[in-house]
């Protein structure tokens, strides 16, 4: 089965970069989209970024929120790890960020209830 694990979350001062990892295990061809997001205390699950990995048109495709646009990079690797490069940080990217793997096709990017694997997150702190 599907396992996700994160890592490479830390503290670090506004404008600084982190680089999160996603170690993934057991992914199968219905994985079509892999995603990163994140939640803060008292707040909604945020989609960060995602990217398409079905064997369709759409494979490779990436898709970035508004608040981290132009600030974050989403890749994978040939093992299927995945990776998300954020600069410039910002003290409201303070949250956990999660790893996730979606098999269902439909909805947004960036809706979290479509997702059927979740790793269980990576503490980010920006002071």
């Known amino acids: 089965h599907v396992q996700l694990v994160e890592s490479g979350g830390g503290s670090v001062q506004a404008g600084g970069s982190l680089k999160l990892v996603c170690a993934a295990t057991?992914?199968?061809?219905?994985?079509?989209?892999m995603g990163w997001f994140r939640q803060a205390p008292g707040q909604r699950r945020e989609g960060v970024a995602a990217?398409?990995?079905?064997?369709?048109?759409?494979?490779?495709?990436t898709y970035y929120g508004d608040s981290v646009q132009g600030r974050a990079t989403i890749s994978r690797d040939n093992s299927g790890n995945m990776y998300l490069q954020m600069d410039r940080l910002k003290p409201e990217g303070t949250a956990i960020y999660y790893c996730?793997?979606?098999?269902?096709?439909?909805?947004?990017?960036?809706?979290?209830?479509?997702?059927?694997?979740w790793g269980r997150g990576t503490q980010v702190t920006v002071s």
């Open positions: 990217i398409a990995t079905g064997a369709d048109r759409l494979y490779g495709n």
């Open positions: 996730a793997a979606r098999n269902k096709y439909g909805g947004y990017w960036y809706q979290y209830d479509r997702f059927d694997v």
């Open positions: 057991g992914l199968t061809s219905s994985t079509n989209l």
